[in-house]
């Protein structure tokens, strides 16, 4: 139903996929994750990692974003949201009325995200939030966001992650712009800067508790990266398929390309690779979805899976020869947006640092 060359105009024009986020609320995978009492499937994140390992092996890629955002920010919103804003957005985020998306990190503070000074002020039945937020997506898109903004100084808190409040942001408000920054890739949505001067928000925008907006926010975190490790892991399966094809067509010197082991043996190793990044994501999910803890595995599964990918892509370019550098091939494509997993949601480094501090109980890194 979407081609690849459905993606490839899409990127090509910077245009939202509206057919296929059409499509995605018709079968309420916006709401993959959201109970089917607030109208979603009510689905187990392990089912939703295959979901997304399957169509990012059909080369969808990172233009999946507004699905898992969607799902992420329902997560945060059924463990800590009132039940009042669960009642009135959870069925709207199911259906893809609305879209919502992260406005957490700024210019100086980058993965450093308790080191945030946007701004929320108390005022009246509300509040005032004033700064900047970096690397916003689906500009011009997005219904909602949710804001990390700090309600109390970070000198006046004795713990780091005090201080931080959650607000679920309406982009409409007034005082809200918007710059668009141009970037290589996942052109399928705009990324940018937003800047909030004296927005005022209502103090029932609140998620979770105030001050403590950092541990609401943290619930998702865990399933975020494993998530975008499925697209890791599905898009390394695309650069396999797409390669092995081309090398049983393509013939040299009589045979095909295929034939020689200089191509086929890494091509098998990186269809070892990827399956292997695949159930390493399965595996983290099922730990979420048990209850048990899932943060070094969740790490693991975004570092191997972002790096797996990169490696399958890079390589089905080089056995496509000159075809895998046009853009008709579609390879290319995807090559370039899975360049975003080396730096997000966590950094490939920071990914690494948690694993040896968390998991082989190392000393902490700086």
Not at 264 to 292: H, I, K, S, W
Not at 330 to 348: A, N, W, Y
Request: glycine residues 10%; charged residues 20%; aromatic residues 10%.
């Amino acid at each position: 139903m979407f081609p690849q060359d459905y993606w490839l105009e899409k990127s090509e024009k910077g245009v939202f996929p509206e057919e296929f986020w059409q499509e995605c609320g018709r079968r309420r995978l916006p709401g993959f994750l959201i109970p089917e009492e607030y109208g979603g499937l009510g689905g187990k994140l392990e089912e939703l990692v295959n979901v997304v390992v399957f169509l990012a092996s059909h080369g969808f890629g990172t233009a999946l974003y507004p699905v898992l955002s969607n799902n992420m920010s329902a997560l945060v919103l059924l463990n800590a949201g009132p039940q009042r804003l669960r009642d009135e957005i959870l069925p709207r985020l199911a259906s893809g009325e609305y879209m919502m998306g992260l406005a957490i990190t700024e210019r100086e503070s980058g993965s450093d995200v308790l080191s945030i000074s946007t701004s929320a002020t108390k005022s009246g039945e509300g509040y005032r939030v004033n700064g900047e937020k970096m690397f916003v997506n689906n500009i011009g898109r997005a219904t909602h966001m949710l804001l990390a903004a700090r309600t109390t100084p970070a000198e006046k808190v004795v713990k780091r992650s005090d201080g931080i409040t959650l607000f679920v942001l309406g982009l409409r408000l007034e005082g809200l712009s918007f710059n668009v920054l141009e970037k290589m890739g996942t052109n399928y949505f705009k990324t940018g800067v937003m800047k909030l001067a004296d927005v005022f928000i209502d103090g029932d925008m609140v998620v979770g508790m105030v001050d403590k907006g950092w541990k609401a926010l943290t619930f998702a975190l865990n399933p975020d990266r494993i998530v975008y490790a499925a697209i890791g892991a599905g898009s390394a399966l695309y650069a396999v398929k797409t390669a092995a094809a081309y090398a049983t067509d393509r013939k040299v010197f009589g045979k095909p390309i295929g034939s020689y082991q200089g191509i086929q043996l890494p091509l098998a190793a990186n269809y070892a690779e990827a399956e292997a990044a695949r159930l390493l994501c399965v595996e983290a999910a099922q730990a979420f979805d048990r209850g048990e803890r899932s943060d070094v595995l969740a790490c693991a599964a975004k570092y191997f899976a972002s790096e797996t990918a990169f490696k399958a892509l890079g390589h089905a370019m080089q056995v496509l020869g000159g075809y895998g550098y046009l853009k008709a091939r579609h390879v290319e494509r995807v090559f370039r947006d899975v360049m975003l997993l080396k730096s997000g949601p966590i950094t490939q480094e920071l990914a690494l640092a948690y694993v040896a501090e968390r998991g082989l109980s190392l000393p902490r890194s700086y």
